[in-house]
């Protein structure tokens, strides 16, 4: 896959994730729930996303590219989508951003990105669903649980078309404008969280809870880039030395980059299951103002 190390260690807590998922519906089925099969379509997509996410659904260019445009001074990694493009561009030439802030700004636009991907995906896996599902001729009662089946995943469809349109607007306010040095959050998730948050059927009270959970949620998203830095910087040490032959030296970083690679594996897979389930609480608060 020629993954860096960083992304190794995201597509482990990815794919950690995915088996506890997987553990806990295969006890749901044995426990006779589960019966439309809405979890295990859900399992199936995730699934997807991960393969396309990591370059391992066969497709060319799927996967993410590693390198940072900041970082190296080439933009390997395209946006993939002409109004990006054109908002990272202007972004770029305004002057109205450090390296730091533009550094900051690319992982939104690779986030947003990344929120994309996974739409098309979710919405070819419906329309695959619903061509199957136009086949039927005899209406019965398993189809009315289909049909029910693809009413969750319209509605699962629309949360996060909802969530790409702020998301873009939020890209385009800042690409034209600048940071805003009094906003509350840095993070792309987070922001997606809050901004997801404040449009939910939340009490003032529940509103500010949730505040102070994603001030606690960013940092641990702090922590784990910290540790995601830490490593690449070990990796790259760790080549250095390899070719020197001085196998003291070696090990002893061998040792230093196994502890990191724990470390960065264990908090990926923490962030994401923290994401997962404010991203839950989310869409429980979204769905409940539609009723």
């Not at 950690?16 to 295990?40: H, P, V, Y």
């Not at 040792?255 to 839950?280: F, I, P, R, W």
């Amino acid at each position: 896959l020629h993954l860096s190390p960083v992304k190794l260690a995201e597509l482990h807590s990815d794919l950690k994730i995915q088996e506890r998922d997987e553990i806990s519906w295969k006890k749901m089925k044995a426990e006779g729930l589960d019966e439309d099969g809405e979890k295990e379509a859900k399992l199936r997509r995730n699934l997807n996303v991960i393969m396309a996410k990591y370059g391992m659904d066969g497709k060319k260019d799927s996967q993410l590219v590693d390198t940072n445009y900041i970082k190296d001074g080439t933009e390997s990694d395209r946006l993939d989508d002409p109004r990006l493009e054109k908002l990272w561009s202007k972004a770029k030439s305004s002057g109205k951003f450090s390296d730091e802030e533009l550094d900051k700004l690319w992982r939104e636009f690779k986030h947003h990105k990344e929120k994309i991907r996974e739409y098309n995906i979710l919405l070819e896996t419906v329309s695959r669903t619903e061509d199957i599902h136009k086949n039927v001729i005899n209406p019965s009662e398993e189809n009315l649980v289909k049909e029910e089946i693809l009413h969750n995943k319209h509605r699962e469809l629309k949360d996060k078309l909802r969530s790409i349109n702020q998301g873009f607007e939020r890209l385009r306010k800042v690409s034209h404008q600048g940071y805003d040095t009094t906003s509350e959050f840095e993070e792309p998730r987070v922001i997606d969280l809050w901004d997801m948050a404040k449009s939910a059927n939340f009490t003032e009270k529940e509103l500010e809870s949730f505040r102070e959970e994603l001030k606690h949620f960013e940092a641990k998203i702090e922590k784990h880039q910290h540790y995601q830095k830490q490593l690449e910087i070990s990796h790259e040490k760790l080549k250095h030395i390899e070719g020197t032959g001085d196998k003291d030296h070696l090990n002893r970083n061998k040792e230093k980059y196994a502890m990191l690679e724990e470390k960065t594996k264990e908090l990926g897979y923490k962030v994401k299951k923290h994401l997962q389930d404010l991203s839950s609480r989310i869409s429980q608060g979204l769905q409940h103002n539609e009723l």
